[in-house]
């Protein structure tokens, strides 16, 4: 991620206003992109919900994925704008790994309304679609992808969590391109997400059995000596 330096080591984009960032960011999970600018920006994901406290993750280096960067990058330049849209299509394993707690939390805090279409088709994963028929990519690609369009209005006064609309989009991929041209933000059928802490997904999660589950032990309290698999 080379940014071109402007006056005082910023960068040149920093003097202007951003409303729109989109594309498709590259997936590096290796990033070699590790500019002090950048990675001081990516602070921010690197906290537990809330803000203030160090992310409580012994590996946590998903976080340094190029298409991360992006996202805080973009995320950055429309704060700083006060309003705007931010339109990717990325890897899509910040929506459910508890990992990405931190940076969901923070995306939850800047914009009011995020909108999560996912293309699945993760054969990493080897994801089927729910009547179990073949699940492809829209990409030549084995991580499952996502889009995301966040949407921040001009603030009046204070502000609560973004409201995250979610979609899914299984099948093969000539019936995803089709649905993809033939649709609209207005016309997807989006399932509006309840805020469930501390992970925050960006994924329906059912959590009508989860005081049940909770009422058990943690495996790190049975095995309180672990290490990475």
């Known amino acids: ?5 402007g006056e005082r080591g910023q960068p040149h ?5 951003v409303m729109v960032a989109f594309g498709n960011p590259p997936y590096s999970g290796e990033s070699t992109n590790k500019g002090d600018y950048i990675m001081g920006l ?3 994901y690197k906290k537990e919900p809330g803000g203030k406290i160090k992310l409580q993750e012994k ?3 998903w976080l340094n994925d190029d298409y991360v960067k992006f996202i805080r990058l973009g995320e950055h330049y429309i704060e700083k704008n006060g309003e705007g849209v931010m339109a990717y299509i990325t890897n899509h394993s910040y929506l459910d790994n508890p990992t990405f707690r931190g940076m969901r939390w923070h995306l939850l805090n800047t914009f009011d309304d995020i909108y999560i279409l996912d293309l699945h088709g993760n054969s990493l994963k080897k994801e089927t ?3 179990g028929s073949a699940d492809v990519n829209v990409f030549d690609i084995q991580q499952g992808v ?3 369009i966040a949407v921040k209005k001009k603030s009046k006064g204070r502000k609560k969590l973004a409201t995250v609309h979610h979609a899914d989009l299984y099948g093969k991929r000539a019936k ?6 033939d649709n609209t933000i207005q016309s997807i059928k989006w399932q509006v997400l ?4 501390p992970h925050f997904f960006f994924v329906p999660k059912d959590f009508n059995t989860l005081s049940e589950y909770q009422k058990g032990f943690a495996l790190n309290e049975l095995f309180p000596i672990n290490s990475v698999g």
């Open 13 to 17: 984009k920093a003097r202007y206003a």
């Open 194 to 197: 309840d805020h469930q802490e």
């Open 146 to 148: 996502s889009i995301i």
């Open 129 to 131: 679609a729910p009547d």
């Open 42 to 44: 990516m602070g921010s």
């Open 1 to 5: 991620m080379a940014i071109p330096r």
């Open 59 to 61: 590996n946590s280096k």
């Open 176 to 181: 995803k391109y089709e649905i993809l041209t």
